[in-house]
């Protein structure tokens, strides 16, 4: 090649290198600042300092003097913003943003009504312990790291109990609970707690703030404790999906065949025991990740798609499953609207429903990590 020419194609390989380059790194680093004002719906006054947050996350800040926040290098996608004020009704919306830029959301806030129902009052009494002991531990959980946990203001709590023996809970400001096994503090917000039967349905929005290291041993510990918290965690779950390394990870899931595309109708238990290795290519099939996770409409989105029922076990954890040949922590995942959008660290940012029973359906506040939380930490 001529010396001229082959500088010339040097220079435009250079180029166009650079460009894609350029445009990597944009995405990577394309965000969104919010910004707006909080003020109450009937008086337009503002609220100051009303705490404007991502659920579920360390993200967040709190409106000024004026009732004016500002939430800056936001991920491009979906986003649920809570904002909450003493008093007030905390309101809840989820907001996609498809560019990078300023976007501006207005939140007008309603007074807070009294909680309805047959409410236990909330000084001591002894029902009320026993009540509250039940809450306690269905909330914090059983691991490991439990007795670390403890809530600090319960006399926030209105606990209820029907006729039909449903125990119920709803806050009445934040529920505040320090995990220090994993160094953060949580605001809890309780729309809706229920017990019954052995099983438990709560909800809310839930916001985490970063617990302040008394030294440097203790900030190891930290995250030292977050890293076993998130292996087996959904988090580590989704994660390992959309990097297709399932099996590396400790993983195996297992997809339920539909009816039309099973071998036999029926399945034989062997010696009178249920075994996985009976059911496979029967009732269920092993699954890849890269079978389950498509592409999503943004680079920071994956859908988890699924027509029927995950089963999911932890191999590098014991527990009890239906299956005598696999007894490991078990879990079961059902998509009602057939998928879910997460981000490839394992963010669900579109739950769509998703229901989850089990091993990961037992995760509670002692061994939670908030959605923004990241390995490389």
Same mark, same amino acid.
């Given at each position: 090649?001529?010396?001229?020419?082959?500088?010339?194609?040097?220079?435009?390989?250079?180029?166009?290198?650079?460009?894609?380059?350029?445009?990597?790194?944009?995405?990577?680093?394309?965000?969104?600042? /919010?910004?707006?004002?909080?003020?109450?719906?009937?008086?337009?006054?503002?609220?100051?300092?009303?705490?404007?947050?991502?659920?579920?996350?360390?993200?967040?800040?709190?409106?000024?003097?004026?009732?004016?926040?500002? @939430?800056?290098?936001?991920? &491009?996608?979906?986003?649920?913003?809570?904002?909450?004020? @003493?008093?007030?009704?905390? &309101?809840?919306?989820?907001?996609?943003?498809?560019?990078?830029?300023?976007?501006?959301?207005?939140?007008?806030?309603?007074?807070?009504?009294?909680?309805?129902?047959?409410?236990?009052?909330?000084?001591?009494?002894?029902?009320?312990?026993?009540?509250?002991?039940?809450?306690?531990?269905?909330?914090?959980?059983?691991?490991?790291?439990?007795?670390?946990?403890?809530?600090?203001?319960?006399?926030?709590?209105?606990?209820?109990?029907?006729?039909?023996?449903? @125990?119920?809970?709803?806050?009445?400001?934040?529920?505040?609970?320090?995990?220090?096994?994993?160094?953060?503090?949580?605001?809890?917000?309780?729309?809706?707690?229920?017990?019954?039967?052995?099983?438990?349905?709560?909800?809310?929005?839930?916001?985490?703030?970063?617990?302040?290291?008394?030294?440097?041993?203790?900030?190891?510990?930290?995250?030292?404790?977050?890293?076993?918290?998130?292996?087996?965690?959904?988090?580590?779950?989704?994660?390992?999906?959309?990097?297709?390394?399932?099996?590396?990870?400790?993983?195996?899931?297992?997809?339920?065949?539909?009816?039309? @595309?099973?071998?036999?109708?029926?399945?034989?238990?062997?010696?009178?025991?249920?075994?996985?290795?009976?059911?496979?290519?029967?009732?269920?099939?092993?699954?890849?990740?890269?079978?389950? &996770?498509?592409?999503?409409?943004?680079?920071?989105?994956? /859908?988890?798609?699924? /027509?029927?029922?995950?089963?999911?076990?932890?191999?590098?954890?014991?527990?009890?499953?239906?299956?005598?040949?696999?007894?490991?922590?078990?879990?079961?995942?059902?998509?009602?609207?057939?998928?879910?959008?997460?981000?490839?660290?394992?963010?669900?940012?579109?739950?769509?429903?998703?229901?989850?029973?089990?091993?990961?359906?037992?995760?509670?506040?002692?061994?939670?990590?908030?959605?923004?939380?990241?390995?490389?930490?």
């Amino acid at each position: 090649m001529h010396p001229l020419l082959n500088s010339i194609f040097l220079r435009l390989v250079w180029i166009l290198t650079l460009a894609t380059l350029t445009r990597t790194y944009a995405q990577q680093t394309a965000t969104v600042t /919010l910004t707006g004002k909080v003020t109450d719906e009937k008086t337009g006054k503002p609220l100051p300092f009303a705490n404007v947050f991502i659920n579920n996350s360390t993200i967040g800040t709190n409106s000024d003097e004026n009732g004016n926040y500002r @939430l800056p290098n936001l991920a &491009v996608g979906n986003l649920e913003l809570v904002v909450s004020f @003493l008093g007030y009704e905390t &309101v809840k919306q989820t907001m996609r943003f498809e560019q990078p830029g300023v976007k501006t959301v207005l939140f007008k806030l309603r007074e807070g009504q009294e909680l309805l129902g047959v409410t236990i009052a909330a000084k001591k009494n002894k029902k009320r312990e026993k009540h509250l002991k039940i809450i306690t531990r269905e909330l914090l959980g059983r691991s490991k790291f439990s007795k670390q946990c403890k809530i600090l203001n319960p006399e926030v709590l209105r606990i209820s109990e029907d006729d039909d023996g449903h @125990l119920g809970a709803q806050t009445v400001k934040p529920l505040i609970i320090e995990n220090h096994a994993l160094g953060y503090r949580i605001h809890q917000d309780l729309d809706d707690f229920d017990y019954y039967n052995g099983k438990v349905y709560y909800g809310g929005a839930t916001r985490f703030e970063l617990l302040e290291a008394r030294d440097e041993a203790q900030r190891k510990l930290w995250r030292a404790n977050r890293k076993e918290a998130y292996k087996g965690s959904l988090k580590h779950l989704l994660t390992s999906m959309v990097a297709d390394s399932l099996q590396e990870q400790g993983f195996k899931v297992f997809q339920v065949i539909p009816d039309s @595309l099973r071998m036999f109708r029926s399945v034989r238990s062997v010696n009178g025991y249920n075994t996985i290795a009976n059911h496979i290519h029967n009732r269920i099939e092993p699954v890849r990740g890269m079978r389950l &996770v498509r592409p999503g409409e943004l680079p920071s989105e994956r /859908l988890v798609v699924s /027509l029927t029922q995950l089963e999911v076990f932890n191999m590098n954890k014991r527990g009890r499953s239906p299956y005598s040949d696999m007894p490991y922590a078990y879990t079961q995942i059902t998509f009602p609207q057939g998928y879910m959008v997460t981000t490839p660290q394992g963010w669900v940012v579109m739950p769509m429903g998703f229901e989850i029973a089990g091993d990961l359906g037992n995760d509670r506040f002692s061994n939670l990590l908030p959605a923004d939380w990241k390995r490389d930490e």
